[in-house]
Each structure stands twice: as C-alpha cells, then as structure tokens.
C-alpha cells in the first residue's frame, strides 16, 4: 500500500513537471501576428554573401502581440506607420533597402481593442529602423531592450525615437517576461551588439523562437550564413547555435521574421495562435 502510494505521488509529480514544461500552467493566452511591413532588398547578397548577387529578395517584417494574464507583450515595432502613406514606400541603407506598408500597425491593434496604454511591455530584438519604427506610439509602456542594445544605438548617426515618458529596462542576458517561464527574452546578439530573440511557449501550439534578425531567411539559417553587414560574426554563429539548442531542447518552431515564403504560411490578426 505504501509504495503503490509512493508510486502514485512520483507519477504525480512527474506529470505536474511536464505540465509546467509544457507551459499549461502558465498564464500565457494567445499570440497575435500582425502586418509590419515589407523590406525590398536591391541585393540578395548583402545578407548572402556571395550568393544570389545581384537579385532582389523581398522580406516579410512581422510584429508579435502576445497576450498573458499578467498584460501584454508587443515583440518588435517594424517600419513607421507613415511609411503606409508613401506611395513609393521609404528608401534606406543608402539604397539597398526600400520599406512599405499596406496597413498600420496602430489600425491592427485598434482592430484588436487594443490601446497603446494596454501595452504593458515593448520588447524590441534590435534598433534598426524596420524594428522600432513605431517605438514612440507606446508612451506608457516599459521598453524591453539589452543595455549593449541600448548604449549601442545612442552612438549610431540615426538614434530610436524612444518616447521621454517610456520607462526603459536595460537588460542584460536572458529575462523571463511574466515570471512562468512562458515568455523569455534570449540574448542572441552578433547582428547587433545587444540583439534578442523571444522563446514564447504557447500552451496549444508548442515552442516558438521568434527570430528577430538573428537569421533573415531559411536558407541562411540552413547554411549557417552570417551578412557581411553584421556587427560580430563570430556572436552571430554562437547565437544561430544557441537558437538550435533551445529549439531541440523545447521540440520548437523557430519562426523567422523577414522569411517571406514562411511567414505567407502564418495566421495573421484577428487570427491567433494558443
Ligand atoms: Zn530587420
């Protein structure tokens, strides 16, 4: 009788870990992807090099609203809002790179019912102008950023418009959003020098990595390719490795935010992912 109840408790506890593995007892709800723009590159090769020189390679630019009990996450901010009514869309990169959009970022979360001041926390995986184009519509909201991130980019010619009433949390490494380990921001820098990814685990769906730019597209992640543009190669590849481990560690997805042909296949708002 005593062991079958010692039996009974260890099986017990056994299930309740996986339960929390699993993410089941967490106080994540849904996850939202929402239209953030769409970057044309003159240039394949300047995020290939040596590949596909010269051919123009069109990228998705994805935002991520991710609801938990606790309040929401917006994860990246993409190209600004005006770039909606540019008709030829927004030149950057001397160049290279031509934004557009067709809607806004402010019109899909107004879609939601969702208000800037909603926003619990802005996390954003860098600061380049695809990312936090639209920073400064969330005056309210606690910035998620690494201090290299941050520090980094105020000494850069063109600087995030941060807006002054934001409160700004530097952070440094790994940080578990909401406390439940549902949400965590993982340090994978080497893009820039204090880039981040989002390991999200939904209770339905299962592990997702939210990319950032850590990799652009699918077959740079296949080959282990590192943009010549790139702040640190060598940070580069041991982030790339990284996002494998946590992938095979989690049984997850690794969702590549400017992969076009991938994010074709994503549900976007009002649909979402449990
Ligand atoms: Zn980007």
Redesign the pocket.
């Known amino acids: 009788m005593r062991t079958k109840l010692i039996v009974l408790a260890a099986i017990l506890a056994v299930l309740t870990g996986a339960a929390m593995v699993m993410g089941a007892a967490s106080g994540l709800e849904r996850l939202y992807v929402l239209h953030c723009g769409q970057?044309i590159g003159k240039d394949q090769s300047r995020w290939s090099p040596g590949v596909n020189e010269g051919k123009a390679i069109e990228f998705s630019?994805n935002c991520y609203l991710i609801r938990h009990a606790k309040g929401l996450l917006l994860w990246d901010t993409g190209v600004p809002d005006a770039v909606a009514t540019m008709p030829d869309g927004m030149v950057v990169a001397n160049g290279a790179i031509t934004y557009r959009r067709t809607t806004t970022l402010a019109a899909q979360l107004t879609a939601l019912g969702v208000k800037p001041a909603d926003v619990t926390y802005v996390a954003v995986s860098h600061t380049?102008g695809?990312?936090v184009g639209n920073i400064a519509q969330f005056p309210s909201s606690t910035i998620l950023i690494q201090g290299a991130e941050y520090d980094w980019a105020m000494t850069q010619p063109t600087k995030p418009a941060f807006a002054a009433t934001q409160n700004i949390e530097k952070v440094a490494g790994d940080r578990d959003v909401f406390g439940d380990g549902s949400v965590t921001i993982l340090s994978t820098p080497g893009h820039t020098p204090g880039h981040q990814s989002l390991l999200v685990l939904l209770p339905k769906t299962g592990a997702l990595v939210l990319s950032g730019?850590a990799v652009h597209f699918r077959d740079n992640w296949e080959q282990r390719r590192v943009p010549s543009m790139n702040f640190n190669r060598d940070q580069t590849l041991a982030s790339l490795q990284r996002i494998a481990t946590v992938l095979a560690e989690h049984k997850g997805q690794l969702w590549i935010?400017?992969d076009k042909p991938q994010s074709d296949q994503l549900k976007y708002a009002p649909q979402y992912y449990e």
């Open positions: 970057n630019d380049h695809d990312h730019d935010n400017h």
